[in-house]
């Protein structure tokens, strides 16, 4: 019995795999997938940026989160692209779900879900003296 007692010993000590050092081409390989991963996130970025940023002709509007705020809301910034106009406003929208949909030389709208079949538009008007519209849409 102690003799395969110390066979058995002998082989678990035997059959213990000794680390396996990677070679150039397993580097390579994970080099390879480290930059298609950082190529997926600045494609992400790209993609999240379009959905807060947009252009038109003459104008860049932009919506971004109030942190530490109360009640859910949105800052939009539309200024010129000369550096000469721009407007400042707390949109109160819902957080991580707004987004500008469309943006051109009279207006930028923010849509955003309000719950169920439905969603909200705010047109914020780059005219000084149209006030903001807010539209909401219910699907039947």
Known sequence: MRTYFIIFIGLLIGCQSKPVSKTDSETAIEDVKSKDLEKLEESEQHFRDRLYTRESDHYISKIEEIPNREDDAYRITIKSKNGSWKKTKVINTR???????????LYTVVSFP????????????????????QYDYCKK
């Open 95 to 105: 957080p991580h779900m707004s987004r500008i949909s469309d943006c051109n030389d």
């Open 114 to 133: 309000c719950g169920g079949p439905c969603h909200s538009e705010v047109f914020v008007f780059t005219s000084k003296t149209k006030p903001d519209e």
